[in-house]
């Protein structure tokens, strides 16, 4: 197990659908990602909540909307999606803000969200 | 801004060769630096990480060292395996709170029986 779980695991969805993913993770961290992998390029950070309040908006565009309900849950809505945001979607945990980390937080990963959008 | 070079791929290897992958980075002040590993059709994972100069990461045979004065931070390992087949990202994130990494593109081995 890897402490981070991502549902579901492969998603294809037209692109007037609505859908969501989902992120658990059991590590007691208070800080929660998403990052988007595409093919050829560098991951992406879309968003960063930090005990529940987001601190990071990387210039994502509305179709994606993400939640956080709790430290341990985090979600990302989807909708009118195009097909360019065919992707990876990775979720990822870490300490909070409040932890001292003087060796820098360790980022922890869930296996990820594979979306194809037709 | 911070950044991180990593040389491209794929590299291919056959079993028992030694691997190098080399990573160089830009950022200020003093970063963490780490190996993450991708598997076919699975997330990341943590490889290996170093927190200060001249700290050594380790794990599974792999190595890197920090190295301040070249801005490095090379993957290494002596002996490689088909099962190492994956895409390996060489990343850091600045100290302090909650992190963001910056990751490189990342570099695909590919290793042969």
């Known amino acids: 197990e890897t402490g981070v779980t991502q549902t579901p695991r492969h998603l294809v969805m037209g692109m007037t659908n609505k859908k969501s993913l989902k992120c658990e993770q059991h590590?007691?961290?208070?800080?929660m990602y998403w990052y988007k992998q595409s093919a050829k390029k560098p991951l992406e950070l879309m968003f960063v909540?930090?005990?529940?309040?987001?601190?990071e908006n990387n210039s994502v565009p509305s179709r994606f909307s993400p939640e956080c309900p709790n430290s341990s849950h985090l979600f990302l809505h989807l909708h009118t999606l195009q097909p360019e945001d065919s992707a990876l979607y990775l979720c990822?945990?870490?300490?909070?803000?409040?932890?001292?980390?003087?060796?820098?937080?360790?980022?922890?990963f869930g296996e990820g969200s594979w979306l194809t959008v037709v | 801004g911070n950044s991180v070079t990593q040389m491209e791929g794929p590299v291919t290897l056959s079993e028992e060769a030694f691997l190098t992958i080399n990573c160089t980075y830009t950022?200020?002040?003093?970063?963490?630096l780490f190996w993450y590993v991708q598997y076919p059709g699975e997330g990341l994972q943590l490889l290996l990480k170093?927190?200060?100069?001249?700290d050594k990461g380790s794990n599974k045979g792999f190595e890197a060292t920090y190295r301040k004065e070249t801005t490095s931070f090379h993957l290494e390992k002596g002996s490689v395996q088909v099962s190492d087949s994956a895409v390996y990202f060489c990343?850091?994130?600045?100290?302090?709170?909650?992190?963001?990494?910056?990751f490189g593109k990342g570099t695909m081995l590919l290793v042969s029986p």
């Open positions: 990343a850091l994130s600045d100290r302090g709170g909650y992190s963001t990494l910056t």
């Open positions: 590590l007691g961290h208070n800080a």
């Open positions: 990822a945990s870490s300490q909070g803000l409040d932890r001292e980390a003087p060796s820098g937080n360790t980022i922890y």
């Open positions: 170093a927190t200060k100069a001249d």
């Open positions: 909540y930090n005990f529940k309040e987001q601190t």
């Open positions: 950022a200020t002040g003093y970063p963490s």
